[in-house]
Structure formats: structure tokens, C-alpha cells
């Protein structure tokens, strides 16, 4: 008995719901189109579906994507670190409470319960009319330092698939992999472990035009932001797999939904709606910022840092800031826009030695980050711009570093706070290598900037 089955697929759209109108139109059209044909249609998100960039986003944590999801009819998705890691263990917890698909996830539990969140299933089984039973299987990418302070544990490719894949043995005809883990690790599983079919990919925001294959494993990802869907075509014969083939669509050359550019400015104003509802503090002048100098409002964040990570240093770069703050009300709708960055908080214990090192790596840096383009890594802005101190300071005539105006103990241990954007750019190798991390969840640098200024200005009750 033959069987035709179709897999439509996306990843990492990042809240860019600019896309989503012809995203939408295109999986439903697809879908009606295959199911006419009497084919099995199956629909996958592959993580980082939402991005607290958008206000949206922001304004429901993630809830108002989960809605939009909702009209597809998803088959099933799992989750990315925007997810996991962007968003609080509370909100996590409830962020699928009115999904209407489920999420397929392995490799995350609960810090205190060990167990795996109510929201998420190891694998799942399905079984076509025919009677080919497809199992599915779900992974995020297990960053242990970030999952841990946000109450959670998470476990590796190695840590997961063995036992997993031997729960599944013979309960299968066709297994697939939901794998929010990268490019790297897709290419790992399909040469480990060969049970595995079809890897759906993401995370790494990489590109396969029409799939790769390793060994007897097709690979699949359509990039980032919903420039392209994906697709998978699988003919099986008998209950086994006869052809698999991989394609995608990129979004530009798909029809224009009739209504698009309303829908999405419809989802940023509500979004901004939302957040402007909330005031956070009044400020009696403005906090004006520049990319290219010390400024007042990245003064204020600095003090913002070392108050919330309990540190008498501060470091952060001017570029952070996308715009100033008047005087007067200021609304978190005002926060979001000057700080959409998804980035938190992280202290670094150092001994005198390496932090004098950090500061010579800066400051060797600095020039060449001043009008830098910088992407990634949870930076949303345009420059990274200048390296500013606070409770630091350097000569570099002499090349001395002054905590509070004395020279470095170098045997002496220092705790300053910054934006963990830092440990994770080239640039600071020595944050990683020598320094001792603890990232402050769980809120972000716009949360902790605006808790602050509530703190300092409060608004009138």
C-alpha cells in the first residue's frame, strides 16, 4: 500500500510577524490542497516561535504567538531557548495552557521535582489511516548555565536519545526529530544515531535549500524569521519509507495576503497598547542617550545593574540604548522601546589579575566595537558603541585599573555586573575563561533598568 505523506515546517520566526500573514495562508492552503489529494498532512514549529522584541510578545509573554499558532492547526512543536530561557519558569509553565497542539520536548525538567513540565511529552505516536505509525521526538538546546537559575535542568543529545530511542524501538514506522539544537548536533544524530529519519532543525538559523542528507538521515531548516517555510515530502510503501525529498519556500515569492501590512501593524499597536498601560516612573528631566559617549541614561542602567546584581562595578556599552527617556511619565512602552534587547543580567567574580586583563581586552576593543554592527546574540540594536565603567576606571598611559579610585589588589577577588551579551561576543575572551558566572534570572536589562527608575522616580499613585 502506498502512501504519500507531506511535513510543512517552520523555525525560528522570532516574533517577525510581519511574515506571519503569508506563512499562514500558505501552510493552510497547502494543507486543504494535500488532505483533497487523500495525502497525510503534518505541520511542525521547530522553537524560537516567539521573541519579546515585540511589543506583543512582550505585552502577553508569549501568549498572543501561541494564539496565532493556534489558527494553523499545528501537529506538534517544541521549544527554543527564546522560550525557555527568555521567558520566567512561571511563565513558561503556562505559556502552552491554551495550545491547541502539543509540545514535544525531552530534555527539560523541573529543578525541583526532576520531572519533565506538564506542558511538554518525551515523544509522541501517531498513526495514519493507513495504519504507518510516525513517532515524534523533541530537543532544545540544553544550555545548563542559563536553564539552571531559572529552575530548570536540562540534559544533552547523549543524556536523551538512548534511552529515548529504546522506549520507542519497533513502536515505529518513520521517526522524526523536532531538534531545536543546531546545525552542529543535527549532523551528530544523524551519524549516531540512525533509527532517526527526518531531523526538523533550528536554533543555529541555518539554511538547508532542499535538505541534506547524512548517511540514511535527511536534515532539514528554513533559516530564520520566517523568510522561508519548509517541506517535506515522504512516500512509504508497505508501512516503509520509499523516497523522502526536502524543499523550501522563501516568503517573498509567496502571494500577498490582501490585509498583511494591516494585520501586522495591528499586532504592534496592540502590543504598545498594552505596555503603555503600565506607567513606571515620573521623571522630573530627561535621560538622553548617545551612541558614541557617556551618557545620563546609561549612567542611570549602570547604577541600575550594580543596585539589582548587589555588585560595586557596572559595565555595559552605549549601544544598548535606542532611544532617551523625556521627562515626565515614562511606560514600560517606553522601556521596551529603548532597551528590546533579550539579554539578562550576569555577575563575574574575578581575581585582580584577569580583571585587569578584561579591562586591557576592552579597552584594546574599543575603537574597533565603537561603530560596530553588531547581531545576535540577543542584541537588537544597530552599534555596539562605547564601553563605559562605572566604579571602574583605567589609565592607560600607566596601564592601571582603579576599583573606586585604587589600584587592583591582583590576588584580590571582584565582582562587578553586566549584560550577558558580554560573555557570549569574542571580544572578552576572559570573561569565559577566567571569571565566575551567575546569571540573575529572571528578569531582563529592560526590567531590572525600569524597576529602578520606579524605585528612584516613582510615578504618582
Known amino acids: ?24 495562508n500558505f501552510l493552510l492552503t497547502k494543507k486543504q490542497q494535500y488532505l483533497q ?88 505516536i501517531i498513526t495514519t489511516d493507513t495504519g504507518t505509525r510516525i513517532a515524534l521526538i523533541g530537543m532544545t538546546a540544553p544550555y545548563p548555565r542559563a536553564y539552571q537559575p531559572n529552575g530548570w535542568q536540562t540534559t544533552d543529545v547523549d543524556q536523551t536519545l538512548p534511552s529515548l530511542l529504546m522506549t520507542l524501538q519497533g513502536k515505529y514506522d518513520l521517526l522524526i526529530m523536532l531538534s531545536h539544537l543546531g546545525i552542529d548536533d543535527d549532523r551528530y544524530i544523524a551519524q549516531h544515531y540512525p533509527q532517526i529519519n527526518l531531523i526538523i532543525g533550528g536554533h543555529t538559523h541555518h539554511l538547508f535549500r532542499n535538505g541534506e ?40 515569492a509567496l502571494p500577498v495576503v490582501a490585509n498583511e501590512q494591516a494585520l501586522t501593524t495591528n499586532w504592534q499597536q496592540q502590543g504598545q497598547q498594552l505596555l503603555a498601560q503600565h506607567i513606571v516612573a515620573k521623571l522630573p528631566y530627561s535621560l538622553d542617550m548617545d551612541w558614541h559617549a557617556e551618557h545620563p541614561m546609561i549612567n542611570t542602567a549602570l547604577a541600575a545593574l550594580r543596585w539589582y546584581g548587589h555588585s560595586d562595578a557596572a559595565i555595559l556599552n552605549s549601544g544598548l540604548f535606542l532611544r532617551s527617556l523625556s521627562v515626565g511619565n515614562v511606560t514600560y512602552a517606553d522601556i521596551h522601546a529603548q532597551l528590546p ?57 600607566t596601564k592601571t585599573v582603579y576599583w573606586h579610585e585604587q589600584p587592583l589588589d591582583m590576588s584580590c577577588i571582584y565582582q562587578f555586573t553586566t549584560v550577558d551579551n558580554f560573555a557570549f561576543i569574542p571580544y572578552f575572551p576572559t570573561i569565559e575563561i577566567m571569571s565566575e558566572i551567575t546569571i540573575l534570572f529572571p528578569d531582563f536589562l529592560r526590567e531590572v533598568v525600569a524597576q529602578y527608575l520606579t524605585q528612584q522616580y516613582p510615578p504618582l499613585s
Open 1 to 24: 500500500m502506498e502512501e504519500t505523506i507531506h511535513i510543512l515546517h517552520t523555525n525560528d520566526i522570532h516574533s517577525h510577524l510581519a511574515n506571519w500573514p503569508r506563512i499562514k
Open 37 to 124: 489529494q487523500g495525502d497525510v498532512v503534518l505541520l511542525f514549529d521547530d522553537g524560537d516561535m516567539i521573541d519579546r522584541v515585540h511589543p506583543l510578545t512582550e505585552a502577553t509573554m508569549g501568549q498572543a504567538n501561541i494564539k496565532l499558532m493556534n489558527t494553523i492547526g499545528y501537529t506538534a512543536a517544541t521549544i527554543g531557548n527564546n522560550e525557555g530561557i527568555g521567558l520566567s519558569h512561571h511563565n513558561l509553565m503556562h505559556l502552552y495552557d491554551q495550545a491547541n497542539f502539543p509540545i514535544i520536548l525531552a530534555n527539560l525538567f523541573d529543578k525541583k521535582t526532576q520531572q519533565r513540565p506538564v506542558f511538554a511529552q518525551p515523544y509522541r
Open 213 to 252: 542528507m547524512v548517511n540514511h538521515t535527511l536534515l532539514t531548516a528554513a533559516e530564520k524569521y520566517g523568510h522561508y517555510v519548509g517541506e517535506v515530502t515522504i512516500t512509504m510503501n508497505n508501512h516503509q519509507i520509499n523516497t523522502m525529498r526536502a524543499q523550501t519556500h522563501i516568503i517573498t
Open 341 to 397: 534587547h533579550a539579554m539578562h543580567l550576569i555577575n563575574v567574580k574575578l581575581r585582580g589579575i584577569d580583571l585587569w586583563r578584561l579591562v586591557m581586552e576592552m579597552e584594546k576593543n574599543r575603537r574597533f566595537l565603537r561603530r560596530y554592527p553588531m547581531k545576535g546574540m540577543g542584541f537588537r540594536g544597530k552599534i555596539f558603541g562605547e564601553i563605559i565603567y562605572s566604579g571602574l576606571r583605567v589609565n592607560m598611559d
